[in-house]
């Protein structure tokens, strides 16, 4: 029997190459070895895209898309959409039991996207819904539902495995073994950087190369790109350790980056080149991705048989995983429910 991965991304936005090296690359390599279900997270993108469902709606596909033109094989692997798959509602519930309102405020990844939203959005402390609080719940049933031994994620998701290992664990302490407890796997890079200089690159942060940016829109991005702020002039010495255009040539630059930090450090080379170099590098390396996305781009239709097929698949998993959980729960009541 393969091992399972529950993988997956909200519908808040394209994908771009922070997920791409923090997650998507792994899942292609994956699916040959595992049994992969990846989530479009439409309910949990609702928790803090409520008001805005158009949003929600329109990015389901363009991460669909995203996802198929990363080499996700709609054979191998099964993409589906959270909300067609009732159970894990419905396990989200059961779970709510097991997990306290203190702890859930802990949670660092729930605290750091909230003072986020602060900033960005001067999104006060007493908005906060009780289901985005809620949401490392509702992501723990998105993986306990297939009974995922794995979860390949970027770093900032390691509180939410964290998170859903307790809850796991108390399960199975008050029920009985039934729910698998999950391990989080962490990609290449384990956190890409934004190009503002943030720690995170993020899709609700503005501060992206999406895998659907073309080389025009690469080059503005990576021109507008913090560089080291002592260097002033063309041939000033800089340091490339302080500079988001060598921390991306460190990741994209493969054959040249030695060349490009010997010549920052000496003061050889301007910063204009030195971001051409990049988009360039950048565009090349998203190149066969941008492609196979046209390709689905240019065929809707066959985008939703996929989605449709996949979420066949995974309701049928989730529905065996709920019939075991009943049981355990002792809220089986009748013979064939
Ligand atoms: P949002 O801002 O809406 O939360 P996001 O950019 O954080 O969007 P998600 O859909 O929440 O993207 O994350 C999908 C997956 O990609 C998760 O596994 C997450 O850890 C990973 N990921 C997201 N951003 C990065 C990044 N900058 N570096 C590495 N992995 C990332
Ligand atoms: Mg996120």
Redesign the pocket.
Known sequence: MKKIIL????P??K??I??Y????ENRAKLQDEYDQYIII?DVQ?LT?NFDNPEKVRKNVLE?TMDNLACGIDPDKSTIFIQSMIPEIAELTIFYSNLVTVARLERNPTVKT?ISQKKELFGVEGDSLTYGFLGYPVSQTADITAFNADIV??????LPMIEQAKEIVRKFNSLYGDVITEPKAMI?N??????LDGNN??????GN?IYLSDNEQTITLKVMSAITDETKIKKYDKANPDKCMVGYYHDIFSEKDKEKVFLECRQGLRGCVDCKKQLASNITKTLAPIREKRKYYEERPELVEQILKEGIKKARKKARQTMKKVKKAMKINYFKNN
């Open positions: 993988t997956g991304d909200r808040t936005g994908l771009h922070g997920h090296l923090g997650s998507l997270a993108a803090d991460v996207e390949p994620v970027g770093e900032d998701q990609g890079v384990a956190r890409v950087k934004g995170k690159m993020g899709k609700s942060l992206a």
